[in-house]
Each structure stands twice: as C-alpha cells, then as structure tokens.
C-alpha cells in the first residue's frame, strides 16, 4: 500500500515550489522596485535643480531689482541734487542782481539828493543876492548907479550859473557813473554765465 503523503511532506514539497515561484514574481517586482527608484532619484534631483535654478533665478531677481532701485535712486538723488544746485544757482544769480539794482538805486538816490542840495543852495544864494541887489538900488543915488549895478549882478549871475552848471554836469555825470557801476558787472556777469552755458 502506498503511504499516503502526510501534509508535512506535501508542505515541505511545495516550499521550494512556491519558494521558486515567490522569487520568479519578486524578481520583477524588485526590477520595477529598483526603476522607480532611479525615477525617484531622477526626479528628486530634476526637482532640487529646478528649485536650485528657481531660487538662483529669484535670487538674482531681487539682486538685479535692487540694483535697479538703488541706480534709479541714485540717478533721482542725482537729478534732484543738480535740480536744487540749478535752482540755489537761479536764487544766487537772481539775489545778485537785485542786490545789484538795489545798490544803483541807492547811489542814484544819494547822487540826486546831492543835486537837489546844490540847486537849492544855488537859489537859496540867488534869493539873498537879489535881496542885496534890490537894496543897493533902493539906496541908488541915480539911475546910472541903478544901470551899474543891475549889470554887475547879471554878470556876476551869468557867471555864477556857468560855474554852477558845471558843477551840477559833473556831479550829475559822476552820479551816472556810480549808478550805472554795480548794473554794469551784473551785465559782465550775466553775459559770462551765459558763455560759459553755451559752451
């Protein structure tokens, strides 16, 4: 009689069997295991170089945005610093020639004060001469007197007022002069600041 297999024996028969057919299904699995592995790797470094690049990229972004702004500032600070040089510049220029007009006006004021002086000291020494005059003739002996007197005194005020006018050209030329000074290198200065914008 034959022996009837035990389930012992049977299982100890089937191990390597199903020992065999584990490793033929384990193989593929750990093939396909091991290339998702490499796919994970791939792709774990494609994604670290992307964010690499990303955040290089960012990075010099902000680095060239920063360089930007602070050029854009630089170049305002810049512009604004030459703006208000250009406009200091504008009220110097502009304070120097009021101050200019004004220092004309003052020596043309004092000059015509000096005028109105000499031409009231002329007529106040005409108005006391013509009080002399009128009464040396009320005391004249003869008409003859009268006449020699009367051309005395026209020739002493001919020649008083020759003399006096002179005085008063002078004075009036003078006074000219100095007016006109501080208004004639304001005028150089103009004309030398403009030649030198020109060019």
């Known amino acids: 009689m034959p022996v009837a297999p035990t389930k012992t024996a049977a299982k100890t028969a089937a191990a390597p069997a199903a020992a065999a057919v584990v490793t033929a299904a384990a193989a593929p699995v750990a093939e396909a295991v091991k290339q998702i ?13 992307v964010v690499k690049a990303g955040a290089d990229a960012a990075t010099k972004s902000v680095e060239k945005a920063v360089t930007l702004t602070k050029e ?52 106040q020494a005409q108005i006391d001469e013509a009080l002399v ?12 007197e009268v006449v020699e007197l009367s051309s005395a005194v026209a020739k002493d005020n001919f020649d008083r007022l020759l003399a006096e006018s002179s005085r008063i050209q ?3 030329a003078k006074t000219a002069e100095e007016a006109l000074a501080p208004l004639s290198s304001r005028l150089e200065a103009v004309v030398s600041h403009l030649t030198k914008t020109a060019a």
């Open 37 to 49: 592995e490499e796919a994970v790797a791939v792709h774990k470094e494609t994604i670290e170089n």
């Open 72 to 123: 854009q500032v630089d170049a305002a600070a810049k512009a604004n610093s030459a703006a208000f040089q250009g406009y200091e510049d504008l009220l110097t220029f502009s304070k120097d020639n009021v101050d200019a007009l004004v220092r004309s006006s003052s020596i043309l004021m004092r000059g015509l004060q000096d005028l109105s002086k000499s031409m009231i000291s002329l007529t």
């Open 133 to 144: 005059v009128s009464k040396a003739m009320a005391t004249a002996k003869s008409l003859k």
């Open 170 to 172: 002078q004075l009036s």
